[in-house]
């Protein structure tokens, strides 16, 4: 009797320091976080993703090609904008901002967006499993975002950008308004 | 008489007294002449035996560099020596055992090759199959107005199970085999306002004061790209349109979730103090800002 007992009370607190946990790690694995981001432009990039496994050594074909659609989004992150960017006039006509280098704010190569084109194995090869296909679709990946300053989205998040505060401002009442960025002054 | 003689001439007197004087004065400036000299020469030799110490010290010292610099010529010498013998039991070394070492020297260099592939010749058996340099092709350029002011973040597994048939290679029974897929995603929700819907009634100035009616906040992406994916495990077979089935559904089931977790909401309240953060710092000291019910989208 004062065995089961106990077995009882193992098994509970067992049972509740599970729970305890399970709900742990789902606070953990999901939450909401505050950002300040404009984004003021949106690329659209296709590439193709082209592989061919082949090596003297390696007997047969093994070749892969998907076509994938991508989106880029640019602009300026707010968090690093401060009250001391901007100089407003004692007459309130004129306004200086001074804004922060553009940054990719988000890329999106959705699942839904990638198409396998075209996909050849020999017989003496293995196919291409999931991770093989994940690993070229994360080397595409890498390749656009290693592309994007020579793709001119910085140029065109910043003149974006400074569009965006003009025309803002100008509601506002101010008469100048003058928009620079931060990496401007350093060249 | 000599006395009248002596009072007679004063003039002899005079002169013998004089030159009296000069024997005098010569003999005192002889002796001084001899003192000094002797003095000089005195000195001359205090010097000149310093000198010689000197000289006898700077020899000896002189003598033990000479000691230390033969020592050390001898042990740099002695080494050098030791050194070729060393080299020259190597040399015979490698004569004796060419063959192996030739041998060697093939396996590293192969293995160089095969490790870190200078050429691209793609030698290396377990490395992972490379893409190609192709274009990156901009298909088309917006601008947008989109301020983003709520990302929701999660991290879920999404797993998948399908069973086949097989015919048996002997016998006309079926096999069932089991195919199972589990993957690990990392997914970005991004909430905000998109302001470029805001139109000129929305933005009115009093003075110090803006009043800003903001829109409706909205899903601007979700984001799970393939660098957010791992195949923790994978059996069986498994093609690119049933993952990205996959990938689509558990897409979905995260915005989901982001949306149960009052992302839009969250966006509302976030935006509404970014904005007047904002509008403070361009000097107006009253910033109004109403914003827009939230209306949940369709999944």
């Known amino acids: 009797m004062k065995n089961n007992l106990i077995l009882t009370l193992i098994a509970g607190i067992i049972f509740c320091s599970c729970d305890n946990k399970e709900k742990q790690i789902d606070e953990a694995l999901s939450k909401v976080v505050a950002c300040a981001e404009l984004g003021t432009v949106e690329y659209t990039i296709t590439k193709l993703i082209i592989t061919d496994d082949d090596a003297f050594f390696k007997f047969g074909d093994r070749k892969i090609i998907f076509s994938c659609r991508t989106t880029m989004k640019a602009g300026i992150d707010l968090k690093e904008f401060t009250k001391e960017d901007v100089k407003v006039s004692e007459d309130n006509k004129s306004v200086e901002v001074n804004l922060p280098h553009p940054k990719v704010l988000s890329f999106n190569m959705a699942a839904e967006d990638i198409k396998l084109e075209y996909s050849k194995v020999s017989g003496l090869r293995t196919d291409f499993n999931t991770d093989e296909r994940n690993d070229l679709l994360k080397q595409g990946e890498k390749a656009i975002l290693d592309d994007a300053p020579n793709l001119g989205i910085y140029e065109d998040a910043k003149e974006n950008a400074s569009d965006f505060f003009k025309a803002l401002l100008a509601n506002c009442g101010f008469e100048n308004v003058n928009v620079s960025f931060k990496d401007d002054e350093k060249q | 008489m000599d006395t009248n003689n002596k009072n007679n001439n004063p003039v002899e007197d005079n002169n013998i007294t004089s030159q009296d004087k ?199 992406d979700v984001i799970s790209n393939p660098s957010d994916y791992k195949i923790f495990e994978e059996s069986g077979e498994w093609q690119h349109e049933e993952i990205v089935a996959m990938q689509k559904e558990g897409k979905k089931k995260m915005l989901q979730n982001a949306l149960d977790q009052n992302i839009l909401e969250k966006a509302n309240t976030i935006g509404k103090e970014r904005i007047k953060t904002l509008f403070t710092s361009f000097g107006f000291n009253v910033v109004n800002v109403t914003v827009t019910d939230v209306e949940k989208p369709n999944i």
């Open chain 2, 22 to 220: 000069n024997v005098a004065q010569n003999e005192v400036s002889e002796k001084n002449n001899k003192s000094s000299f002797m003095e000089n020469v005195n000195s001359a030799v205090t010097k000149g035996e310093k000198i010689a110490e000197t000289a006898i010290n700077a020899a000896e010292k002189a003598g033990e560099v000479g000691k230390t610099v033969l020592k050390t010529a001898g042990t740099v010498a002695g080494g050098a020596a030791k050194g070729v013998g060393v080299m020259a039991k190597i040399i015979g070394f490698c004569i004796n055992n060419i063959q192996v070492l030739g041998i060697v020297a093939a396996v590293l260099v192969v293995g160089y090759f095969f490790v870190f592939d200078p050429f691209d010749w793609n030698l290396n058996p377990f490395s992972k199959p490379q893409i190609e340099k192709t274009a990156n092709i901009v298909e088309e350029v917006k601008k947008i107005s989109e301020f983003t002011t709520a990302c929701y973040y999660e991290e879920s597994v999404i797993k998948n199970e399908k069973f086949t048939t097989e015919a048996q290679l002997f016998g006309n029974e079926q096999d069932t085999i089991n195919h199972s897929v589990v993957l690990t995603v990392m997914c970005k929700v991004r909430a905000g306002f998109d302001l470029s819907t805001l139109s000129d009634n929305d933005l009115t100035v009093r003075g110090d004061t803006v009043d800003i009616k903001l829109p409706a906040p909205k899903i601007f």
